[in-house]
């Protein structure tokens, strides 16, 4: 059973910069996982903020951006803002239709 | 604009069946494959099922193979969710999704609760 690993939980400081990760448990993450990243603020439904790696979702601001770092996919909030306060989660393509969630990361900015 | 509205969530017993609908507006739905994302109560988004756009091929997480099946009527512009033998872990808040590139998700409905509890 594939595991989709992130950070429990981080902490940023308005104005800051965050990198979040996603990576397995076994293996290493490349573009063919066609990694994307949701936010999620409680209650609500996800966003879409990235997909295929790096690229932006409609309407999301580029101060979120996606590449890979070593062996996981990473997401970058740059210039973090009080209402980035979320639970961001990774979903890696698995192959043969299949997707898997990462544990996801509680972001907390103060 | 793109609307994903989820329907027939609700309390059942374990063992029982459910079947949850999704009305698609804004966009050609028999175009798009769609996908049911489910989450527990305080807990992380789970994938449940991918099906694709003219229901030729559906896809499974390993929790639901088996008990859980996906559809679609494109002439109603509605996804469904056939749930049987639910149980207790079964209980969650399922939305609907559009499938977009690289099997990503674009766009997401606001999600409908399902209760397993005797």
């Not at chain 1, 979040?20 to 996800?46: D, E, F, M």
């Not at chain 1, 101060?63 to 639970?87: H, P, V, Y």
């Not at chain 1, 239709?97 to 972001?107: C, E, N, R, Y």
């Amino acid at each position: 059973q594939t595991v989709v690993t992130q950070e429990p939980s981080f902490s940023v400081s308005p104005g800051g910069t965050v990198t979040l990760t996603c990576g397995l448990s076994s293996g290493s993450v490349s573009t063919t996982y066609y990694p994307s990243w949701y936010q999620q603020t409680p209650g609500q439904a996800p966003r879409t903020l990235i997909y295929s790696t790096n690229t932006r979702s409609s309407g999301v601001p580029d101060r979120f951006s996606g590449s890979i770092l070593g062996n996981k996919a990473a997401l970058t909030i740059t210039g973090a803002q009080a209402d980035d306060e979320s639970d961001y989660y990774c979903v890696l393509y698995m192959g043969s239709g299949i997707s898997v969630f990462g544990t996801g990361t509680k972001v907390t900015v103060l | 604009q793109v609307q994903l509205v989820e329907s027939g969530g609700g309390v059942v017993q374990p063992g029982r069946s459910l079947r949850l609908s999704c009305a698609a507006s804004g966009f050609s739905f028999s175009s798009y494959g769609m996908h049911w994302v489910r989450q527990a109560p305080g807990k992380g988004l789970e994938w449940v099922a991918l099906l694709w756009y003219d229901g030729s091929n559906e896809f499974y997480a390993d929790s639901v193979k088996g008990r859980f099946t996906i559809s679609r009527d494109n002439s109603k512009n509605t996804l469904y969710l056939q749930m049987n033998s639910l149980r207790a872990e079964d209980t969650a808040v399922y939305y609907c999704a559009r499938l977009s590139s690289g099997y990503s998700i674009d766009y997401w409905g606001q999600g409908t609760l399902v209760t397993v509890s005797s």
